[in-house]
């Protein structure tokens, strides 16, 4: 079996499950889809481009902004939880809602260089009635900070413990120090 796939299979398990655990213990959502897309990110990739903290950060910041700005203003008091009847007035608000949250999200991840993928998820939970609140859309933030935290804190310890001679890049080979 492939070292790298298991690695990183049980990596992102590890970012995720320490959200969990936050979740479980607070009695909060801690745990939303768009986290998974970014802990498979940080799993895999571990150092790079995409996983840059403003980046990660700033993208479902950007998304809980966008989400919740398109929600107050086309969707307020609507949820999607079960399938709105067809050609109902809640469900043209709340699809012109997730419309507008993708478009703003979209141009303000460009337009910040804070292109982050799943944070056009992370606009749909919140833009759809999912998590709307003030409360749960600064749990949603706060989440996004603990996983890139938690990343951060194994790169940490695993260049004290190992060193820098081989860390993982993302093509799945080692990297080897220039010192």
Do not use: Q
């Not at 479980?24 to 498979?40: D, M, R, T």
């Not at 292109?115 to 996004?144: M, W």
């Not at 940490?156 to 993302?170: H, K, L, Y």
């Amino acid at each position: 079996m492939n070292r790298r796939r298991v690695g990183t299979s049980l990596y992102a398990g590890v970012l995720f499950s320490i959200l969990g655990l936050v979740g479980w213990v607070s009695g909060h959502p801690f745990i939303f889809p768009s986290l998974g897309p970014s802990a498979f990110i940080l799993a895999f990739e571990r150092r790079g481009e995409r996983t840059r903290t403003y980046r990660i950060v700033g993208g479902h910041l950007i998304g809980c902004v966008c989400g919740l700005f398109a929600y107050w203003l086309l969707a307020a008091g609507t949820v999607l939880t079960t399938s709105p009847p067809g050609l109902s007035v809640e469900g043209l608000r709340l699809a012109a809602s997730g419309f507008l949250s993708v478009v703003l999200t979209s141009w303000g991840m460009i337009a910040t260089d804070t292109k982050h993928a799943p944070a056009c998820a992370t606009t749909l939970i919140v833009s759809l009635g999912l998590l709307s609140s003030l409360t749960e859309v600064a749990i949603i933030v706060a989440s996004v900070v603990i996983l890139v935290e938690a990343h951060l804190g194994v790169l940490w310890a695993f260049e004290r413990i190992v060193g820098d001679a081989s860390v993982p890049s993302a093509a799945g080979d080692d990297v080897e120090s220039t010192e």
